[in-house]
C-alpha cells in the first residue's frame, strides 16, 4: 500500500499542468521522431536533452520519457507504411506490418500496433510500479551464462517454427551469424571479416542497414516487378467503424499481448538486450505458439502486435537497471542517465531511497505519457494512412530516398548506404527464392550478444560447457530452447496420431 | 555605399587584428554549424561513458556551444572502433572522442591503421584512478585475506574487466606479477557492465574506478580493498593504498578530447577553449571531488607531450606482459 501512497505523490506532480503539457509537446514530437527512418528516440533524447534544463529536474525527466514513449510509438508508422523500419527497435514490426499494408489494411496494422503498444507499455508499468525494487536483483543475476541461454531460447523460436521450409531458416540463421562476426573482436579487439579491407567494415555490420536494405529496398524491387501491370495505389481508407472493428479484433489478441508485454519487460530489463531483441524474440513466440504460423510473414494481425507490445514493455524495462543498478538497458536510456547525473541525482540501488519524488513522478508519468501516446496516434492515424494513397510511382522513389537517408543518418558514412543497396538486391533474391528474411535479421541482432557471453561464460568457468546447464536460471532457458526447437516434431507426431486415431472412430 | 564601404573596411582591420593576435583570437571566430559528435572509445555505462556523457550535460546546460553535442559509443575491440571511426574523419571540424588509456593500448596491441600522434590534442580533463573491489557478501577485508583467497583458488579466481589489453588488464597483469597470482580474466564492454556482474557475483573481483561502482558501495553491495593511487583518495579516507601496503602499484586513466588529424586550427582552438570553459564550471569542479578524480587541465603541445609519454609508458608494460603487438 506504501506504493499506492507514492504513487498518488507522483500523479499529484505528473498532472500539473506544465507537466500535462510537457507530455503532450514530448510524445507529439516523439511520434514524428521515431517514423522517420534514421532519427530514432536516441536522436530524439539528444536534441531535447538541453531544453531539459530550463526545467525543474522532475519536468525534464517527464518530457524525456514522453519523447522516448512516442518514438516507441511511432517506430511502427513507417515499418507499417512503407515498409522502413522506422527505429531499430521497430525492425519486427515490418515483418507482418507491411503486407497487412499491401493488402489495404494499414489502417488495421496502425490501430494494432498502437493499441499494442499502450498494452504492452501500460502493462510493464504497472509491472514496473510494484516490482521494481526486487526485479533489480533479478537483473543482477543475470550473468554471462543466463544471457546465453536467453538468446539461445530466441534462436529457437525461430528454427522451430512449423510454417516455414526448416533447412531455408536455418541457412538464413547461419548467414546472420557470419554478418554478425564482421569487424572488431569484441573481446580481444583483433579485426575479423574485413571484406576487401574497406575501413566501413571494421565498425561491422549494423543490423538497421540489413533491415533497410532487405525490407525498405528490397521491398520496392519486388512490388516494382509484380505491379509492373497495374499500378497499385495501395486502397486505403479509415472510417470510425472500421477504427471500432479493430479494436473490436484486438480484443482477440490479449493473449499475445499480455504475454509480448511480460516477456519485453524482462528482456529489456536485462543491460545487454533491449527492445529490438525483445520484439523479435516476441515476434518468434507469438509465431511459434500460433495454430497457424504459416500465416505469419503473410499480414497476420498478431505478428504486428507481438513486436509491438514488446518493444514498449521494453523501454519501460530498460528503464529499471538504469534507475537501480545505473546501468542503461539501451543508447536512449544511457543519454536520460547522463541527464540525471547532470541534475545531481545519483542512479543505482540508493536512488529509490534518496530522491523517491523523482523516481514516483517518473514512473507516473510513464502512465499519462502511455495514455498521451495512444490517444495521438490514434488521431493520426487517418493522416498517416493517406500518405499511402500517393501514386506508386512517387511513393516508391520516396521510399527510395528515406531508405538512403535512414541508413546514412545513423552512421554518417556512404559505406552504409552502398551496404544497403547490396543488400536491397541480395533481399530481392531471397526473397523470389522463398527464403524466410526474419531469421537473417534475428541473427544479425542477436548474434553479437550470443558470441560474447558464450566466451564470457566459458572464459570464467575455464571451458567448463556444463555451465549453461548447472546454473538454475540458465538451465530453464537451455530446457525451453530444446523444447521450443522440437516443438514441430512434436506438433507432427500429435497430428500423425489424430490421423490414425480418427479413422478408427 | 558609405554604409558598405564602411563594414568592408571594418571588416579588414578586425581581420587584421585576429591575424595579429593570432590564434586565441581565432576561436571567436569559427563556430560549430552542426551537432557535434562526441565518440566514445566504450560501451555504455562505463567510467568514460558516463564521464562524457557528463560533459555533454554541463556543456548544455551552460550553453557553452551553440550546437548540441551528441555522444556515440563506439566501444567495440577495446576502442580499436572507435579510433578507425577518427581516423576515417580526417578533416572533419565536428566530431571529437573522448579517450581513456586504451587510447595508447589498443594501437599498441594490434596493428588497426592508427598512429595517435595524428590526432588533434583537445584538453585533458582528469586522471581517474583504480580500486580493488570486492562483493560485500565476501570474507575479505584486507588485502592479505585477498592475496590469500586468490592463491587458494588456484588460477580459478575471476576477475573481470574491459577488454583484454586495456586498462583493467593491465591493473590486472601488474598484481598477477607483484603477488604472484593467476588469474581467470573475464572481459565485458565496459566498466558498468563489470560492476554488476560483480554484486550478481559472477566474478570474484574488479579494479574499477571509483564512479564505476560508487552506486553500489554507497548501498553496501561492494567492499574496496585497496586504491591503485599515489595518496588515499578522499572520498575513501578509510581505504589504504597499494603503495602504503608495501606494494609499488600505482596506476592512472587519462581522461582526454582528441580530434581528428587536420581539423581546422580554428576549429582545435574552440573545442580547447570550450573544455577550458568546462573544466572551470560548479559541475564539473565538484563532480570531480565527489568522485576522486584529479582533474588538472592540460591542453595544446603539453597534452600532445603527456600523450605520447603515456604510450612510452604502457609500451613498456606491454611489452612485459608480452602482449606488444608487432
Redesign the interface.
Known amino acids: 500500500m506504501e506504493i499506492l501512497a507514492l504513487l498518488a505523490e507522483g500523479f499529484a506532480t505528473s498532472l500539473s499542468p506544465l507537466n500535462i503539457m510537457i507530455v503532450l509537446i514530448g510524445v507529439t514530437a516523439g511520434l514524428f521522431i521515431g517514423a522517420m527512418p534514421g532519427l530514432g528516440s536516441v536522436?530524439g533524447v539528444?536534441?531535447v536533452?538541453?531544453l531539459t534544463?530550463i526545467v525543474p529536474p522532475s519536468s525534464a525527466i517527464i518530457l524525456l520519457a514522453a519523447i522516448y514513449y512516442g518514438a516507441m510509438y511511432g517506430g511502427a508508422v513507417s515499418s507499417i507504411l512503407l515498409g522502413i523500419p522506422g527505429a531499430s527497435t521497430a525492425v519486427a514490426t515490418t515483418f507482418d506490418g507491411r503486407p497487412m499494408a499491401q493488402k489495404g489494411e494499414a489502417g488495421l496494422a496502425l490501430i494494432a500496433a498502437a493499441v499494442a503498444s499502450f498494452v504492452g507499455g501500460t502493462i510493464s508499468v504497472i509491472l514496473f510500479t510494484i516490482f521494481a525494487v526486487p526485479l533489480a536483483d533479478l537483473?543482477?543475476?543475470?550473468?554471462?551464462a543466463e544471457e546465453f541461454a536467453l538468446v539461445l531460447m530466441a534462436f529457437t523460436t525461430f528454427v522451430g517454427l512449423g510454417g516455414d521450409d526448416i533447412f531455408k531458416t536455418i541457412v538464413m540463421i547461419s548467414l546472420g551469424l557470419v554478418l554478425s562476426t564482421v569487424?572488431?573482436?569484441?573481446?580481444?579487439?583483433?579485426?575479423r571479416l574485413i571484406f576487401f579491407d574497406m575501413?566501413g567494415f571494421?565498425?561491422?555490420i549494423s543490423f538497421l542497414v540489413l533491415a533497410i536494405g532487405v525490407y525498405g529496398v528490397g521491398e520496392v524491387l519486388y512490388t516494382i516487378e509484380t505491379s509492373r501491370t497495374s499500378p497499385a495505389v495501395t486502397p486505403a481508407r479509415l472510417s470510425f467503424a472500421e477504427l471500432r472493428a479493430g479494436l473490436v479484433r484486438m480484443n482477440r489478441l490479449w493473449r499475445t499481448m499480455s504475454f509480448g508485454s511480460v516477456l519485453g519487460f524482462f528482456v529489456g530489463m536485462l543491460?545487454?538486450a533491449g527492445a529490438t531483441p525483445a520484439a523479435l524474440m516476441s515476434y518468434g513466440m507469438a509465431k511459434s505458439m500460433s495454430k497457424k504460423p504459416e500465416t505469419f510473414g503473410r499480414g497476420n494481425i498478431e505478428g504486428v502486435a507481438a513486436p509491438e507490445t514488446a518493444n514498449n514493455a521494453a523501454s519501460t524495462g530498460s528503464l529499471l537497471?538504469m534507475l537501480t543498478?545505473?546501468?542503461?538497458g539501451s543508447?536512449t536510456t544511457?543519454?536520460l542517465?547522463?541527464?540525471m547525473?547532470?541534475w545531481g541525482l545519483?542512479?543505482?540501488?540508493?536512488?529509490f531511497i534518496e530522491s523517491p519524488d523523482f523516481v514516483w513522478g517518473l514512473i507516473s508519468s510513464l502512465y499519462t505519457a502511455n495514455l498521451a501516446a495512444v490517444l495521438i496516434n490514434i488521431a493520426l492515424i487517418p493522416i498517416f494512412v493517406w500518405a499511402l494513397r500517393m501514386p506508386f510511382s512517387v511513393l516508391c522513389a520516396m521510399v527510395l530516398v528515406l531508405c538512403i537517408v535512414g541508413g546514412f543518418a545513423p552512421s554518417q558514412?556512404m559505406h552504409d548506404v552502398w551496404l544497403i543497396a547490396v543488400f536491397g538486391i541480395a533481399g530481392y533474391v531471397l526473397r523470389k527464392a522463398d527464403y524466410p528474411l526474419a531469421p537473417l535479421v534475428l541473427a544479425l541482432v542477436l548474434g553479437p550478444l550470443m558470441e560474447?557471453s558464450f566466451r564470457?561464460a566459458l572464459?570464467?568457468e575455464?571451458g567448463n560447457i556444463l555451465v549453461f546447464v548447472e546454473r538454475p536460471l540458465s538451465a530453464l532457458f537451455v530446457a525451453l530452447s530444446v523444447l521450443f526447437f522440437l516443438l514441430p516434431i512434436i506438433k507432427m507426431v500429435a497430428r500423425r496420431r489424430s490421423k490414425s486415431t480418427a479413422p478408427a472412430e | 555605399m558609405m554604409n558598405k564601404f564602411t563594414r568592408r573596411s571594418a571588416l579588414a582591420t578586425l581581420t587584421a587584428a585576429a591575424l595579429a593576435i593570432g590564434s586565441p583570437a581565432m576561436a571567436e571566430d569559427w563556430q560549430p554549424n552542426k551537432p557535434i559528435e562526441m565518440v566514445i572509445m566504450a560501451g555504455q555505462g562505463g567510467g568514460a561513458d558516463r564521464l562524457a556523457r557528463l560533459f555533454q550535460s554541463i556543456i548544455q546546460k551552460n550553453n557553452l556551444s551553440n550546437m548540441p553535442v551528441l555522444p556515440v559509443n563506439k566501444g567495440g575491440g577495446s576502442g580499436a572502433e572507435a579510433l578507425r571511426y577518427l581516423k576515417d574523419k580526417e578533416g572533419d571540424a565536428h566530431t571529437i572522442m573522448a579517450t581513456l588509456n586504451s587510447y595508447y593500448t589498443t594501437p599498441l596491441r594490434t596493428d588497426i591503421g592508427v598512429d595517435i600522434e595524428d590526432f588533434n590534442p583537445i584538453a585533458r580533463m582528469a586522471n581517474d584512478n583504480f580500486i580493488l573491489w570486492v562483493n560485500s557478501e565476501s570474507d575479505i577485508e584486507t588485502l592479505d585475506d585477498y592475496v590469500a583467497a586468490v592463491k587458494e583458488a588456484g588460477g580459478t579466481w575471476k576477475m573481470g574487466g574491459t577488454g583484454s589489453g586495456q586498462e583493467d588488464s593491465l591493473v590486472t597483469a601488474m598484481m598477477e606479477n607483484e603477488f604472484g597470482l593467476e588469474y581467470t580474466y573475464v572481459p565485458f564492454d565496459g566498466g558498468g557492465t563489470v560492476a554488476k556482474n560483480l554484486i550478481g557475483n559472477h566474478i570474484d573481483s574488479t579494479v574499477n574506478n571509483p564512479a564505476e561502482q560508487m552506486g553500489f558501495y554507497k548501498a553496501g553491495k561492494s567492499r574496496p580493498i585497496a586504491t591503485f593511487s599515489e595518496e588515499r583518495l578522499e572520498a575513501f579516507p578509510d581505504v589504504p593504498t597499494m603503495r602504503e601496503l608495501g606494494h609499488d602499484l600505482v596506476y592512472t586513466m587519462q581522461r582526454s578530447f582528441v580530434a581528428p588529424k587536420d581539423m581546422p586550427d580554428a576549429a582545435v582552438a574552440y573545442y580547447t577553449d570550450l573544455f577550458k570553459k568546462v573544466s572551470e564550471t560548479e559541475e564539473w569542479q565538484k563532480y570531480a571531488a565527489d568522485e576522486a578524480l584529479d582533474a588538472q587541465f592540460l591542453s595544446g603541445d603539453d597534452l600532445q607531450q603527456f600523450l605520447l609519454n603515456g604510450r612510452e609508458v604502457h609500451r613498456n608494460i606491454l611489452d612485459g606482459m608480452g602482449e606488444l603487438g608487432s
Open positions: 536522436n539528444a536534441i536533452l538541453p534544463f537483473a543482477l543475476a543475470f550473468g554471462p569487424g572488431l573482436d569484441l573481446i580481444s579487439g583483433q579485426p575501413p571494421y565498425s561491422g543491460p545487454a537497471p543498478l545505473g546501468i542503461p543508447p544511457a543519454l542517465l547522463g541527464g547525473v547532470m545519483v542512479p543505482g540501488p540508493m536512488l558514412k560474447k564470457q572464459i570464467g575455464q
